[in-house]
């Protein structure tokens, strides 16, 4: 299909002649005469890129440029007079993505449309990789990277090793693994890691992490948990 063009441009001639080159380049042209027109135009979409005149009747280019960029993002080649820095410096400010001073080679504004046309394209392709990418995996870790334990697969490796644990033991190591560096109390652990209406056995806490030192610190020869004696129970990067 097609890329569509919009120009904003006063000069009806100037207008008309960098028509004739874009349709002839294959491009669809939309003209609009002053800044007001231009600006509803360009938000209205359905455009590619905008070709936008800085000394424009009603609303200057400069201002057309400042609104549209409160919605859209589509890449915008000023039009300047020549030798107006203080107009490419404050439209490249403003969120031009490049400018063209004229009298212009035709060639050259060519060449700028096709390139402002590739960033976007890119862009585009980027934002879509980013949604169909796959999102980061969170994972807590302690012991220098030895011990990894992946929230949402449900998985904890240590020294690369999968390892398993049933589902209370997972939920204790992920709650001292998210307080690491925390002393945790039994009590704070019961009620964190059991629920508040827990009614078993007071001792729980110790039981599971008895089971969790026997799976993880004894088989790999590591020091995750310590006791805080008196306290509870930690984890910490030594
Ligand atoms: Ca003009």
Do not use: C
Request: glycine share 8%.
């Amino acid at each position: 299909m097609a890329e569509r063009i919009l120009l904003v441009e006063d000069e009806e001639k100037m207008a008309r002649m960098v028509e004739l080159e874009l349709l002839h380049e294959g491009y669809e042209v939309t003209k609009a005469f002053d800044g007001v027109a231009g600006l509803a135009q360009a938000e209205s979409g359905g455009f590619d890129l905008v070709l936008l005149d800085i000394m424009l009747p009603g609303l200057s280019g400069m201002e057309v440029l400042r609104r549209l960029r409160r919605t859209s993002d589509i890449p915008v080649i000023l039009l300047t007079a020549r030798d107006a820095v203080m107009d490419k410096v404050s439209g490249l400010d403003t969120g031009a993505d490049d400018y063209i001073t004229k009298p212009f080679v035709i060639e050259e504004l060519l060449a700028r449309i096709r390139a402002g046309l590739r960033k976007m394209a890119a862009k585009k392709a980027a934002a879509e990789n980013g949604k169909a990418g796959k999102p980061q995996e969170r994972a807590l870790t302690a012991g220098g990277g030895q011990v990894e334990l992946y929230v949402d697969r449900h998985e904890v490796k240590v020294k690369g090793e999968v390892v398993e644990l049933t589902l209370r033991e997972f939920s204790l190591l992920q709650y001292l693994l998210e307080n690491k560096g925390r002393v945790l109390s039994r009590d704070a652990l019961l009620e964190q890691v059991w629920g508040y209406d827990y009614a078993g056995e007071t001792n729980a806490v110790d039981v599971y992490i008895r089971f969790l030192r026997s799976k993880i610190d004894e088989v790999f020869h590591i020091k995750l948990i310590h006791t805080v004696r008196g306290i509870g129970y930690q984890i910490r990067e030594d």
